[in-house]
């Protein structure tokens, strides 16, 4: 079985500090991993993904995240918070074994970008 | 290009009754999943479907059914509904026939609420 723990519920930064959002997953085979975000009243938006290869993933909007499979962890970073980075973040993971398989999600953190 | 669509936007039902909500995939995609997320959690897998049949499931009642039609749109059905399916749910498509690497994008949802 997969599962994903978002470690902290709510996250507040100011603009042009480092944004830190963490994420640990669980899994029997090898996983890949996902950043979603989602903006008020939207859907999901794919910020990044892990799939094989280098295990440090550039996504959009300045976001990089991690793979450490000694630490089952996917830690998303930003260098330099912006307002427009409030929002629900979400980190997912499937199997590599089986293509098409189901997402799981963790329960988000909820991102907060002050002046 | 068209991303995922969905409809309707928000819909009212009361207790008992039956709704049916639809989702267009990406252009270019053959699969849809379903994803049912409550307020303040993240989106929990109902099912999936390609090539017309129900390839996976989750951990939801017979009340949850769905259909895929030969465009790959698809259906997703509630019967009898209850207070506790209200909800925003959450349509995705990938490229499952097409080799895929499992990213699967969202459309903006439809928001149920269950009087």
């Known amino acids: 079985a997969q599962s994903v723990t978002q470690l902290g519920s709510h996250v507040s930064v100011s603009e042009g500090a480092l944004v830190l959002l963490r994420c640990n997953y669980s899994?029997?085979?090898?996983?890949?991993l996902f950043w979603y975000v989602q903006y008020p009243n939207q859907g999901l938006q794919l910020l990044l993904k892990?799939?094989?290869?280098?295990?440090l993933v550039k996504g959009i909007n300045g976001f990089e995240a991690e793979f450490k499979k000694s630490e089952t962890s996917f830690h998303l970073t930003k260098p330099s918070a912006h307002m427009s980075d409030a929002a629900e973040y979400f980190c997912?993971?499937?199997?590599?074994?089986?293509?098409?398989?189901?997402?799981?999600f963790g329960k988000g953190t909820t991102l907060s970008v002050s002046s | 290009d068209a991303g995922v669509t969905q409809s309707p936007t928000h819909l009212i039902k009361t207790r008992g009754q039956q709704v049916t909500l639809r989702c267009s995939p990406k252009?270019?995609?053959?699969?849809v999943s379903w994803y049912q997320q409550a307020l303040g959690q993240g989106p929990q897998f109902i099912f999936q479907?390609?090539?017309?049949?129900?390839?996976q499931r989750g951990n939801f009642p017979d009340r949850f059914s769905g259909h895929q039609f030969p465009n790959y749109s698809s259906e997703l059905n509630v019967n009898a509904l209850l207070l506790g399916d209200s909800a925003l749910y959450l349509c995705?498509?990938?490229?499952?026939?097409?080799?895929?690497?499992?990213?699967?994008?969202f459309g903006p949802g439809t928001r149920l609420t269950v009087l």
């Open positions: 995705a498509s990938s490229a499952l026939g097409q080799g895929s690497t499992d990213t699967q994008y």
């Open positions: 899994s029997s085979v090898p996983p890949y």
């Open positions: 892990y799939t094989t290869g280098a295990t």
């Open positions: 997912a993971v499937s199997s590599a074994n089986q293509a098409g398989t189901a997402l799981i």
């Open positions: 252009s270019g995609h053959d699969t």
């Open positions: 479907y390609y090539e017309e049949e129900e390839r």
